[in-house]
Nanobody, 125 residues
């Protein structure tokens, strides 16, 4: 499966953005999908994940209540709605896919087999 993340951009603090992760391949609906981010000089960190059906999600504590992950399997797309953005949310955001029809979603990058190219989100203060 090939993934393409888009929707990043420059936004003021308190603003919103919606990222999309578009996937090729008929089996994408059978994959869990996660969003990770990497800020300059920092390690890649988990942001949010959703299982294959959309029935199970997980969020990093730093984004709970502000970000929402969802998916539309008919469109082979996973979304990350980001509200109340903060300057510390500035990073390159990556989507990743984890094969498997599981309820539990993984929060570690090593569990994900396929990665998109990343989209830059910049939040100005």
């Amino acid at each position: 499966v090939q993934l393409q993340a888009f929707g990043g951009g420059l936004v003021q603090a308190g603003g919103s953005l919606r990222l999309s992760c578009a996937a090729s391949g008929r089996t994408f609906s059978m994959y869990a999908t996660g969003w990770f981010r990497q800020a300059p000089g920092k390690e890649r960190e988990f942001v949010a994940a959703i299982n294959w059906s959309g029935g199970s999600t997980a969020y990093a504590d730093s984004v709970k209540g502000r970000f929402t992950i969802s998916r539309d399997n008919a469109k082979n797309t996973v979304y990350l709605q980001m509200n109340s953005l903060k300057p510390e949310d500035t990073a390159v955001y990556y989507c990743a896919a984890d094969p498997g029809l599981r309820t539990v979603v993984h929060v570690k990058a090593i569990e994900y087999d396929y990665w998109g190219q990343g989209t830059l989100v910049t939040v100005s203060s």
